[in-house]
């Protein structure tokens, strides 16, 4: 019984659990160049958010 275990991948799903499938994805639209600065400053707003957050607990951390 060992070699069913392992072939049906360690049992890690219950057996009547639906599997996710992939969605496949259709053609890109062309990105303006407005929507890619808005795209490119929100990222970065995100990107300094998430920078500042970690050394305000770093800080802490290290009081």
Do not use: I, W, Y
């Not at 259709?26 to 160049?33: H, I, K, L, N, V």
């Amino acid at each position: 019984m060992p070699a069913e275990a392992a072939s049906s991948g360690g049992g890690a799903e219950p057996p009547g659990a639906p599997r996710e499938r992939r969605r496949r994805r259709g053609r890109a639209r062309a990105r303006t160049e407005a929507l890619l600065h808005t795209l490119k400053r929100s990222r970065r707003v995100k990107a300094n958010d998430r920078e500042r957050n970690r050394m305000h607990h770093l800080n802490a951390a290290l009081d």
